[in-house]
């Protein structure tokens, strides 16, 4: 495996997945996920396979609140766990086509897991999104509880 290629598939395979809550393409951006793929949405919705990417992904972005949006979105991390896997970690957002840039309050990260298949392009196979949010009082409380 040449490491520096594969990060750069990586890279261009999630800036266009990125690209196409902008075009409304999710048809071409599921070619960059795995037939059988699992896909966790930001309030733990469960999607299973490119269909039910596509399906939901069109229905949330054809609708007059998300014309225009964009996704804003960068990757921190890719760790490779072998030649045919690897584990990335990304930060972004949606930002509405009236605002200048995507409130601190919809950040999100998440982790995806990438294989290499038989054809030589790296897919999405697994993602999980979540809010990136502070630890709220009582967490903040449990977490001294716990260093005592």
């Not at 902008?22 to 919705?45: P, V």
């Not at 490119?50 to 229905?59: D, K, M, N, S």
């Not at 072998?82 to 982790?111: C, H, L, M, Y």
């Amino acid at each position: 495996m040449n490491k520096a290629s594969a990060i750069t598939a990586i890279a261009q395979a999630t800036a266009h997945i990125n690209q196409s809550f902008e075009t409304l393409d999710f048809k071409g951006a599921a070619n960059y996920l795995t037939e059988d793929c699992d896909y966790i949405t930001f309030n733990g919705h469960h999607l299973q396979g490119r269909a039910a990417y596509i399906e939901l992904h069109e229905t949330l972005m054809n609708n007059f609140m998300f014309r225009g949006a964009r996704l804003e979105g960068v990757v921190k991390e890719i760790r490779f766990l072998n030649d045919t896997t690897a584990v990335v970690i990304a930060t972004g957002a949606i930002r509405f086509r009236w605002q200048k840039e995507a409130p601190q309050s919809r950040q999100s990260i998440n982790t995806s897991v990438w294989v290499y298949d038989e054809t030589g392009q790296w897919l999405l196979s697994a993602f999980h999104n979540c809010r990136v949010k502070e630890f709220s009082r009582f967490s903040r409380w449990l977490l001294t509880l716990g260093r005592r």
